[in-house]
């Protein structure tokens, strides 16, 4: 199995084409297989869609330091990602989807399967634009709201 630390990667793998302030598209090829990024950063919302495919099992290691909720989804996979970060251990199966509440620096990592086109959507909200939504439209946030109230820390719903 491959181990990558996905900040490494960024800073000497990858060809990243900004198109204008905090939007951008990042691409990384080797030996491994692939990986296509592509993000959208509005004020307090970031939206991402993740594209990958690796010849041999990879894990991705990475760390989540901005509080946040996440909101993600995975679109296609034949074998699942396996996530674990320190409370959670979850493998996603197509067609899952997920909350994470990010309060304070997470440490992590993503298992890729080998020979498995991957597909992620999400979108990123700071906290602060969390409970202003959720505040504004409670019919759609309430059971979001009370389980990040109850919990302030990294979950999954």
């Known amino acids: ?21 905090g939007n951008f598209n990042l691409s990384l090829k080797n030996e491994v297989g692939n990986i296509q990024l592509h993000v959208k950063n509005m004020k307090e919302i970031s939206i991402y869609k993740w594209h990958s495919h690796f010849s041999e099992s990879t894990q991705i290691y990475g760390n989540a330091s901005v509080p946040s909720v996440r909101f993600y989804a995975l679109n296609q996979s034949n074998s699942g990602v396996q996530m674990k970060m320190k409370k959670i251990d979850l493998t996603m199966k197509q067609g899952m989807f997920n909350v994470l509440f990010i309060d304070m620096e997470e ?46 820390n990294l979950e999954v719903l």
């Open 1 to 21: 199995m491959r181990k990558m630390d996905f900040n490494k990667i960024v800073e000497e793998d990858v060809v990243l084409s900004r198109r204008d302030e």
């Open 107 to 152: 440490e992590g990592h993503d298992l890729f399967r080998e020979n498995d086109h991957t597909v992620f959507s999400g979108f990123f909200v700071s906290s602060d634009r969390f409970l202003h939504l959720a505040n504004t439209y409670p019919e759609v946030f309430e059971s979001i709201l009370n389980q990040y109230q109850r919990d302030k």
